[in-house]
């Protein structure tokens, strides 16, 4: 798929209200792509992408339509690669080295910390979960790659997340078990996940 240089999301808490806003933010602007829908938690998410001047027209109507509905949004202007392709569903497979999982409440504050995150450090973005089955609304990210450019990574994330008044939940796994970067090479959806043999004691 092409890229496009910005991005936005917004998430609203009524289904009605989204679907509504979206649609004046489809009618507004040329933007290129979007996609949109149901999300856990009885929320709406809308994804937009194309020029910078377009989403950023198109984003700032589904505010107005959103009103106290728009729970949380963010637009990324320059948006960064693997960020891009992540959210748009692709995954990059795990190397070597530390993992970091950063969650936040909404989807919005987690893109926006994840951009940060790798425009600061030269990281990996293993995947990033955009509140899809099981996450009752939250963002989860998981990135991977030396320990200090885990735990710089992290910093950065976090330091944001706090400095706009929330409290992000996030750990850092120095040395992970082969068989957890193996499962991460699928999903961190346990639906998703194979059975791995390992070669521990059955009986």
Same mark, same amino acid.
């Not at 948006?79 to 970091?100: N, S």
């Not at 940060?116 to 973005?125: G, H, I, N, R, S």
């Not at 710089?152 to 939940?169: Q, T």
């Given at each position: !798929? ?16 989204? !679907? ?7 009618? +507004? ?7 949109? %829908?149901?999300?856990?938690? %009885?929320? =709406? ?10 989403? &950023? ?10 009103g106290a509905s728009v729970l949380d949004?963010? !637009? ?7 960020? =891009?392709?992540?959210?748009?569903? &692709? ?27 790798? +425009?600061?450090?030269?990281? &990996?973005?293993?995947e990033i979960r955009l509140a899809d089955?099981? *996450? ?6 998981? =990135? ?21 008044? %929330? &409290? ?11 068989? *957890? ?7 961190? =959806?346990? %639906?998703?996940?194979? *059975? ?8």
């Open positions: !798929m092409k890229k496009h240089p910005a991005i936005a999301a917004v998430e609203f808490s009524d289904i009605s209200v989204g !679907m509504h806003a979206t649609d004046a933010m489809l009618k +507004k602007a040329p933007i290129a792509f979007v996609k949109c %829908g149901t999300i856990s938690r %009885g929320r =709406y998410l809308t994804l937009i992408g194309g020029t910078t001047a377009s989403v &950023e027209e198109s984003l700032n109507e589904g505010l107005l339509w959103g949004h963010v !637009m990324l202007a320059d948006v960064h690669p693997q960020l =891009y392709d992540a959210i748009l569903g &692709e995954r990059r497979p795990g190397g070597g080295g530390a993992l970091a999982i950063i969650e936040t409440d909404t989807v919005s504050s987690n893109v926006r910390a994840a951009e940060l995150a790798l +425009k600061a450090t030269p990281v &990996e973005l293993v089955t099981g *996450l009752s609304g939250k963002g989860v990210s998981v =990135y991977q790659g030396t320990l200090h450019d885990i735990e710089a990574a992290v910093d950065v994330a976090v330091a944001f997340l706090r400095a706009r008044g %929330g &409290e992000p939940r996030f750990k850092i796994i120095s040395a992970p078990h082969e068989g *957890l970067t193996q499962q991460l090479q699928t999903s961190t =959806y346990f %639906g998703s996940a194979s *059975l791995l043999e390992l070669e521990g004691e059955g009986t």
